[in-house]
């Protein structure tokens, strides 16, 4: 197809010793982190970018992602801010896990090319047609 032949001129075929495959995701995922894990990994097929020794990497990028999606549900609920038993106002600590699980999930993504500065560091000035399918996680 077109698309996969723009692949493989963006994409160089940095795993030309492994097989490209996308590996079951890993039993202890989330249901949200399972939907991202075969949507990227739909992505990252078409990318030539996964292979079997990537279910590691693949499963923490989907779990951080869970986990900042849930950070973000609980704080929406909960607030931002709590009160200490002592009356001082604080930061909620799901604040910080958030923001952690979001920096873990991008540094990984990354390294997949998954952002659009990464994918030009893959190959000068071209990227791949289409969209970027992380985008719409990013509006949950």
Known sequence: S??????????????KDLEISLPDPPAHLD??????????GETLLKMR???EADWLSLAALCAD????????????????FFVTSTGY????????????SLD??????????????SRLRLKGNSTPAGKDDF??????
């Open 31 to 40: 249901r949200t982190a399972k939907a991202l894990w075969k949507r990227l």
């Open 2 to 15: 077109k698309e996969a032949l723009a692949a493989e001129e963006v994409y160089p075929d940095q795993n």
């Open 89 to 100: 106002k604080s930061l909620h600590p799901l604040v910080s896990v958030r923001n952690q």
């Open 49 to 51: 970018m996964v292979t």
């Open 135 to 140: 985008d719409p996680f990013l509006d949950e």
């Open 104 to 117: 873990r999930a991008l540094r990984v993504a990354n390294q997949y090319g998954l952002t659009p500065t």
């Open 65 to 80: 992602w869970s986990l900042y999606l849930e950070c973000n549900k609980t704080l929406a609920e909960e607030g931002y």
